[in-house]
C-alpha cells in the first residue's frame, strides 16, 4: 500500500506505508515515513507468563527471608503435606492466573494443584502464609512443623 506522489519535477515523497502483521498474541507495526523505518519488536511469550510473587526482606531474629508482594512471610513443610483441613490455616501461595514463572528470588519453581493451577515452590518446598500473622510479623515458624522460608544459596 503506497501512496506515492510528486511535489517537484523529478522528486518522489513516500507519504505513509504501514505494515500490520498479527501473529499469535503479538502486534508488530512498521511504518515508513521519508526512508526511515521505525519497528515496535513482538512481544516474547516467555516474558509475559512470568510474575514477580516474592519478595527478600529482613525480618528481626529471622534475617532475610521471603515474603509476599504484600510483605507477608512465606513458610514451607519440610516433610508431609498440606491437606484441606491445613490450608484453612496455612494458604498456599499460588501464581496468578496465566502465569507460570515465578520471580523475586532465585531457587523459585511451581508445582500443580487442582484444575490448572500452579502453587509457588522455593527450593522445591511449596509455600504457605500463616493466617495468624498480621502485617510484617513471623509467628508461624514451627507452628504444625513448619518452618519461615529463610533466603539461602541455591544448590
Request: charged letters at 15%.
Amino acid at each position: 500500500m503506497r501512496n506515492l506522489s510528486r511535489t517537484r519535477p523529478g522528486r518522489l515523497i513516500l507519504t505513509a506505508c504501514a505494515t500490520f502483521a498479527l501473529t499469535g498474541a503479538s502486534l508488530s507495526v512498521a511504518a515508513l515515513s521519508g526512508a526511515t523505518t521505525a519497528a515496535a519488536a513482538p512481544l516474547h511469550p516467555a516474558a509475559t507468563k512470568s510474575a514477580v510473587v516474592v519478595k527478600e526482606r529482613v525480618r528481626p531474629h529471622f534475617g532475610k527471608i521471603l515474603v509476599t508482594v504484600r510483605g507477608a512471610a512465606l513458610y514451607y513443610l519440610p516433610r508431609g503435606s498440606c491437606n484441606s483441613m491445613c490450608l484453612a490455616i496455612w494458604p498456599r501461595l499460588v501464581m496468578p492466573r496465566g502465569k507460570t514463572v515465578p520471580k523475586g528470588a532465585s531457587c523459585l519453581g511451581t508445582a500443580p494443584f487442582g484444575h490448572h493451577r500452579l502453587q509457588v515452590t522455593y527450593r522445591k518446598h511449596r509455600l504457605y502464609t500463616f493466617t495468624g500473622d498480621s502485617g510484617t510479623s513471623v509467628t508461624g515458624n514451627g507452628v504444625a512443623g513448619f518452618k519461615v522460608a529463610k533466603v539461602v544459596r541455591c544448590r
